[in-house]
Nanobody, 120 residues
Framework: QVQLVESGGGLVQAGGSLRLSCAAS????????MGWFRQALGKEREFVAA????????YYADSVKGRFTISRDNAKNTVYLQMNGLNPEDTAVYYC?????????????WGQGTQVTVSS
């Protein structure tokens, strides 16, 4: 099972940027599609972005398309989420996950998440 540790969250003003990182351990990382998901207070966890195992294909939720970019470095076992043009609706705990069914269904294996708070 892949173990996941997210980092890079914080407090940012609307219009600002953050870069999230997800460090993964486990020999299956480089062969797995990975995704970012988020959960706002009182809401269900939702899909944000996904990237295939080699990084040649990506997929985004409509709400973040054009603002967020997912990438990965298999040599470092790390997935990134560059978030630009943040708005208060992006406030949530962000999690990375292994994508079991492309593009947006994750396995039930989560890290602790990283909090992103966007002030208006």
């Amino acid at each position: 099972q892949v173990q996941l540790v997210e980092s890079g969250g914080g407090l940012v003003q609307a219009g600002g940027s953050l870069r999230l990182s997800c460090a993964a351990s486990g020999r299956t990382f480089s062969g797995s599609s990975m995704g970012w998901f988020r959960q706002a207070l009182g809401k269900e966890r939702e899909f944000v972005a996904a990237i295939n195992w080699i990084g040649s294909s990506t997929y985004y939720a409509d709400s973040v398309k054009g603002r967020f970019t997912i990438s990965r470095d298999n040599a470092k076992n790390t997935v990134y989420l560059q978030m630009n043009g943040l708005n208060p609706e992006d406030t949530a705990v962000y999690y990375c996950g292994v994508v079991r069914t492309w593009p947006s269904r994750a396995s039930d294996n989560w890290g602790q998440g990283t909090q992103v708070t966007v002030s208006s």
